[in-house]
């Protein structure tokens, strides 16, 4: 990829994350995947925690924003953070609770509960029934 290329992705990443970070305040923001936020974006993101304001690109006016974070990975940060692949003074910042959800193929027994209320609520949405054959439900149990 050439420079400016990269330059240029790059600064559309940054600006589309200050946007994200902005149209946040004043509310809570998820940030799926916080593992695969790219390095240089951790520090622009560190920031914007530490100090509670933002900076648009271009400009030098600095954006005061209040929200909180909620984040998911599907990598363990502290082993990223041994690799070098994630900034430790982020982590630390992100890392004050920390939820361990199992992923389901080792929670088999939450599968059948979590199907049925999917099939409830698209019931719902769509206006139809659907009731799973003893078939289905035996395939749920895989």
Same mark, same amino acid.
């Given at each position: 990829? !050439?420079? %400016?290329l990269?330059?240029? *992705? /790059?600064? $559309? +990443?940054?600006?589309i994350?200050?946007? @994200?970070? %902005?149209?946040? #305040?004043?509310?809570?923001?998820? *940030?799926?995947?916080? #593992? !695969? &936020?790219?390095?240089?974006?951790?520090?622009? &993101?560190?920031?914007a925690?530490?100090?509670k304001? +933002?900076?648009? @690109?271009?400009?030098?006016?600095?954006?005061?924003?209040?929200?909180?974070?909620i984040t998911?990975?599907n990598?363990?940060?502290?082993? +990223?953070?041994?690799?070098?692949?994630?900034r430790?003074? *982020?982590?630390?910042?992100? #890392?004050?609770?920390? @939820?361990?959800?199992?992923?389901l193929?080792?929670?088999?027994?939450? +599968?059948?509960?979590?199907? =049925?209320?999917? @099939? %409830?609520?698209?019931? $719902?949405? /769509?206006?139809?029934?659907?009731?799973?054959s =003893? $078939?289905?439900?035996?395939?749920?149990?895989?």
């Amino acid at each position: 990829m !050439s420079t %400016e290329l990269s330059r240029s *992705l /790059y600064a $559309k +990443i940054e600006y589309i994350s200050c946007r @994200i970070i %902005e149209a946040a #305040n004043g509310s809570t923001l998820f *940030l799926d995947e916080i #593992n !695969s &936020l790219p390095y240089v974006l951790q520090g622009k &993101l560190l920031t914007a925690l530490e100090t509670k304001t +933002i900076q648009r @690109i271009g400009s030098v006016e600095y954006i005061k924003v209040d929200f909180r974070l909620i984040t998911a990975a599907n990598r363990d940060l502290a082993e +990223i953070v041994a690799l070098g692949e994630f900034r430790a003074d *982020l982590y630390y910042r992100l #890392n004050v609770v920390n @939820i361990y959800i199992p992923p389901l193929r080792e929670r088999k027994e939450d +599968i059948v509960p979590l199907a =049925n209320t999917f @099939i %409830e609520y698209l019931e $719902k949405q /769509y206006d139809r029934q659907k009731i799973l054959s =003893n $078939k289905e439900y035996k395939q749920l149990h895989v």
